[in-house]
């Protein structure tokens, strides 16, 4: 009777491991403080070098280097799919697709895309 029991108790212990187990891997986000972007781009008409991307929960700041001058960054909309950006002041708006951490951009009325390799840092 007491082997039973002892069984029992164990299958039901190992169940509960195993569904706590489940529950933490489907939080990917959720004990994560903060994320850090860094999209180094290659030569381009536009003078971008750098992009540093700050994400804290549910806020995100950045940085760019333009012809070795530095801005900030300031999220405007943000959606499963892409996340846009606005330098203050310029005449500059950014959007950086999740996905395929491409970076499209709108400099004045002229629409580009560049090339940028991604860097990611997760704590």
């Known amino acids: 009777m007491k082997k039973k ?3 029992l108790t164990l299958k039901k ?8 187990l489940i529950l933490l891997i ?8 903060f994320s ?4 180094e781009c290659k030569k381009n008409d536009y003078g971008i070098e750098k992009i540093w991307i700050t994400k804290k929960q549910n ?8 012809n070795n001058k530095e801005f900030t960054l ?7 799919i892409n996340e846009t950006f606005k330098i203050q002041g310029e005449n500059l708006k950014l959007e950086i697709a999740r996905g395929t951490d491409t970076i499209k951009g709108i400099h ?3 629409v580009f895309s560049i ?7 997760k704590m």
Do not use: A
């Not at 489907?26 to 403080?33: A, E, I, L, N």
């Not at 850090?36 to 999209?39: A, I, L, S, V």
């Open 115 to 121: 090339n940028c390799i991604k860097n990611s840092f």
């Open 26 to 33: 489907g939080c990917k986000d959720t004990f994560q403080r």
């Open 59 to 66: 806020n995100s700041r950045g940085q760019i280097l333009i």
């Open 74 to 80: 300031d999220l405007i909309d943000r959606t499963e």
């Open 5 to 7: 029991l002892l069984r």
């Open 36 to 39: 850090y972007d860094k999209f």
């Open 13 to 20: 212990n190992k169940f509960y491991y195993f569904f706590f």
């Open 108 to 110: 004045k009325n002229k």
